[in-house]
């Protein structure tokens, strides 16, 4: 069981080695992120950022990095942001191999973030890649028989099993895992896994057994004070007051559920609820509410590229103007349902392709010493081979191939919708435009393998500079785009005056000897662009980045305060 969390905070009080800090802040999220995910989030950045600052600013400490994704990972699940969960997932994965050692606190985050990846292809609905991690983490939690981590598993598995219809399976491992948790004494777990096996017997098409147990997991809940659960377990008790057709029970309990879900930025619980809210309105002939609650969840579904969930409100959209005899614009949702019926098959693909462009970045390293011992052994063909192979895949997964950062169109691709969701959600969102300094000469004096390799420095001290979630887009020959979401100009000023101290001391060796590295910078944040797209907010910190050069370079200016 994990360790209570009066005892790690007393721990964290009295911890005064950087390691042992880092760890005990990453136990303390881990535990703490289903009772109190905005402190398990806070502990988790505090412990992601000292694991590569200070004392480990050359030689970041893997272990505590990798602790700090697996938590961000699964609260990113919990948040329906699940293209980022994934990231961090792969990350922490590759950062825990890294380390090249085994001992019981590796197995057991792997085991975790194994967990995490299998709930996150669920949601993306690829039921295959989501039973191959659950299963992994299934047999590594059996191997170093961790009872509390493999029952853990099971419920996930158990849940992916009854949404591929496999409903035998799923009964079997929900049962288990209650009885699992009741033995090991596990409230959260017994919460989770009791609103779990209600879905499975609601698919079963057992309502009155459904509900008992999700009112047994909701009671649960309530009495350990474990909000974010009891907001889950609430929303299957509108669904199954849907099922059981109590709809006056359904949309009291859905309107309550969607209050929880925006208090607690619940986003994937927001959209579910929102839709269902959708279809009850719809049953009981209040039709322009239903439109409402559906046109809230299709801009919410656009904004995270959840076709799945823009899929079911076009559907539901096409029958509710169908009734109405607005025959017009119920075409023009049948055909936006219709295409992205076609596509939506195809989107188990899309979403390995993430894997694949995070997997690209996190193995960079790794593959470059691989290549550096081929070279040792002289075998030139395969060495060859692997590089055709990474650029290729740098280009299938939309990242630049020299510096493994994304290229121009995926950059575009991902920043718009992060100004989307920045818009939806009222947050802040800045950009700086960097730009290398004198770049041609040293191509023209030096050659372009020290400019290429310029460019390759500058991302890696980019990379290191920046947080989780900020984008980093290759934008130009010599120029970067940064955005940073969350972010005022203020940040955006600190990030760029550490670029500028980071880069003082930054050279190439050559045989005409050594290369300084300097960048000129500019600033804006997406407040002050008048049209609120990533046009415009880089075209304001291309304004300013142009001043910067213009007054000498080597310095950065913010737009609006030149």
């Known amino acids: 069981m994990d360790t209570s969390v009066s005892e790690l905070d007393a721990r964290l009080q009295s911890a005064t080695d950087p390691k042992a800090r880092i760890d005990i802040l990453n136990e303390l999220s881990w535990v703490l992120n289903l009772g109190n995910p905005d402190r398990s989030r806070s502990l988790a950045e505090q412990a992601y950022e000292l694991s590569k600052s200070g004392v480990f600013e050359k030689e970041p400490y893997l272990f505590g990095i990798a602790s700090s994704l697996r938590s961000l990972a699964a609260l990113n699940n919990d948040a329906g942001n699940y ?16 380390t090249k050692t085994r001992n019981t606190e590796i197995d057991e985050n792997k085991i975790d973030l194994f967990g995490n990846l299998s709930w996150t292809y669920r949601c993306f609905g690829d039921f295959d890649l989501a039973t191959e991690y659950g299963t992994k983490g299934l047999r590594l939690a059996q191997e ?10 099971l419920n996930i598995l158990s849940v992916i099993y009854a949404e591929a219809e496999n409903i035998g399976v799923a009964l079997e491992m929900g049962l288990k895992v209650v009885q ?40 649960l809940a309530r009495e350990h004070h474990l909000e974010t659960v009891e907001t889950t377990a609430l929303s299957t008790l509108g669904e199954i007051y849907i099922g059981i057709h109590d709809l006056i029970n359904a949309e009291k309990t859905l309107l309550d559920v969607l209050t929880r879900t925006r208090k607690q930025r619940l986003g994937s ?8 809210l959708g279809r009850v309105c719809f049953q009981l002939g209040k039709e322009e509410d239903a439109i409402q609650y559906l046109q809230s969840g299709l801009a919410s579904t656009q904004a995270s590229n959840d076709r799945r969930g823009e899929y079911l409100c076009h559907q539901l959209l096409t029958e509710i103007f169908e009734k109405k005899g607005d025959f017009e614009t119920a075409l023009k949702h049948h055909k936006k349902f219709h295409s992205l019926k076609e596509t939506i098959f195809n989107e188990n693909m899309a979403k390995r392709l993430i894997g694949l462009q995070v997997s690209h970045q996190v193995e960079s390293a790794k593959k470059d010493a691989n290549i550096q011992y081929l070279k040792n052994i002289e075998l030139k063909r395969e060495i060859e081979e692997r590089k055709l192979a990474q650029e290729a895949l740098a280009k299938l997964a939309g990242l630049d191939d020299l510096t493994g950062v994304l290229n121009r169109r995926e950059f575009f691709n991902l920043g718009e919708k992060e100004i989307a969701r920045t818009i939806q959600t009222d947050q802040p969102l800045s950009a700086i435009l960097l730009d ?3 770049f041609k000469q040293i191509n023209d004096t030096y050659g372009h ?51 500028l101290e980071k880069l003082k001391n ?7 000897g050594d290369v300084s590295i300097t960048a000129s910078m500019g600033i804006a944040d997406l407040a002050q662009a008048t049209k609120k797209n990533l046009d415009a907010l880089l075209d304001l910190a291309d304004q300013a980045l142009y001043e910067a050069k213009h007054a000498g370079k080597q310095q950065f200016f913010i737009f609006g305060e030149m």
């Open 269 to 276: 619980e927001e959209f579910q609820c929102v839709y269902h």
């Open 449 to 499: 393998a020290v400019g290429d390799h310029a460019l390759i420095e500058i991302t890696r001290i980019l990379r290191e500079s920046l947080r989780q979630g900020e984008i980093i887009g290759r934008y130009g020959g010599d120029e970067f785009a940064i955005l940073l979401p969350g972010s005022t100009r203020g940040h955006a000023k600190q990030i760029a005056e550490r670029l």
């Open 506 to 512: 930054q050279s190439i060796p050559t045989k005409k």
């Open 144 to 153: 170093t028989l961790n009872l509390h981590r493999e029952t853990r598993i």
């Open 436 to 438: 290398l300094d004198r």
């Open 180 to 219: 699992r948790q009741r033995e090991l004494g596990y409230f959260p777990g017994e919460s989770i896994a009791l609103n779990n096996l209600a879905l499975t017997y609601l698919d079963m098409g057992d309502g009155e057994k459904a509900l008992s147990v999700c009112q047994e997991s909701i009671r």
């Open 83 to 98: 293209e980022l969960a994934l990231s961090q997932s792969l990350q922490a994965v590759e950062f825990l191999d890294r």
